[in-house]
Structures are given as C-alpha cells and as structure tokens.
C-alpha cells in the first residue's frame, strides 16, 4: 500500500470516532505515557498539542504540568521546519496554517530537544519496527535527525500495524502508545 493510500484510509478512520470515543483513548493514553519510568523521571519532555482527530494530548499535559514537568512544543516555521516553546501552564494558542494549535511563547530553537528525556510526536500509524506513518510534510523527520532522546508516538490502537510504508530518511520511534497500553520497538 502506498503512504498516500494509508494516510487517506487512516485519516477517514479517525474522522469517524466520536467525541467520547477519543476523549477516552486521550485518557487512557495519558495513563499509559505517565507510568512509563522514563517520562516518571522526566524534569523536561517534548510534546505535540493535538489536532481534533488525533489521540488526544490534553489530559497528558495536564498531568504532567501537575507533576511540574516542563513541556516543550513545536511551532511550525515557513521553511517547513520546527521550533520549540516552553508550554506554560494555561497558555492559550492559536491554531497555524497547517491546522495545528500552537502556543505564543519565545522560540527556544531546534536544539531545545537535546534537553528533553522523551520526545512525543504524533503519527498516523507505526509499525513493529518502529517506522512511523506521519502526515507527510517531513517536519518531523527533519526535526528528530540528530535526537538523542527516545521517541515515543501516540496512535490508536488499530494503528499499531505490522508493516506501514517508509523510507529511508524517515526517522523511527522507540516506542507507541494506544489506548491500550506501551509497544516497545524490539532492539
């Protein structure tokens, strides 16, 4: 199957839960995110804000604001690449060009990840070798090249998939999350 094929499939998927349906899985989510012992030792991690039909980041910033871990989040730059901002506890945001809510903050620049334990991005399925199926616009890939710190993705459980299509600059995860609980990468 191609990336444009699953990402089409995908995406209709996820436009058809409900609004329960993903309050829930972001719920669950959280859960499994915060028992994971590197991210319950974490001082900093990065994460995304959620779009709509993603699963749901809300509860996990929440819970980690409350355990005072500061949290970092990307904003889209107009050269298609990430910059990072320190989340502030109730900070508002906007939502981008790209659909995607953003904070208002000071740009800590692209090397802000080289202080985070984990690094949470979004996906729109991962494979048991860790490849990751995003959006397609490469912001990630670019963003994690030289990331040191283990990357984690959030996807709903029927996006956990044996093989999903990739190719060779794009960066894998370590680990996944659904709402049923942790896939570790095996290696």
Do not use: N
């Amino acid at each position: 199957m191609t990336k444009a094929r699953q990402r089409d499939e995908l995406l209709a998927r996820r436009r058809a839960r409900t609004l329960p349906q993903r309050a829930e899985a972001a719920e669950a989510i959280a859960q499994h995110v915060l028992a994971v012992p590197l991210v319950a030792r974490a001082r900093r991690l990065a994460c995304y804000l959620s779009m709509p039909s993603e699963p749901g980041t809300g509860p996990l910033v929440a819970a980690l604001h409350d355990r005072g871990v500061e949290v970092v989040v990307p904003v889209s730059r107009p050269d298609r690449t990430l910059d990072w901002v320190l989340l502030e506890p109730g900070t508002g945001t906007t939502v981008s060009p790209l659909g995607i809510p953003e904070p208002a903050g000071r740009p800590l620049g692209a090397d802000a990840l080289a202080s985070c334990s984990v690094v949470i991005v979004p996906a729109l399925s991962v494979d048991h070798a860790g490849h990751r199926l995003g959006r397609g616009a490469g912001y990630y890939d670019r963003a994690l090249v030289d990331v040191a710190a283990p990357v984690c993705a959030l996807v709903f459980a029927d996006e956990l998939l044996p093989v999903v299509p990739h190719e060779p600059h794009d960066v894998p995860v370590q680990m996944a999350v659904t709402p049923s609980g942790l896939f570790r990468v095996p290696g």
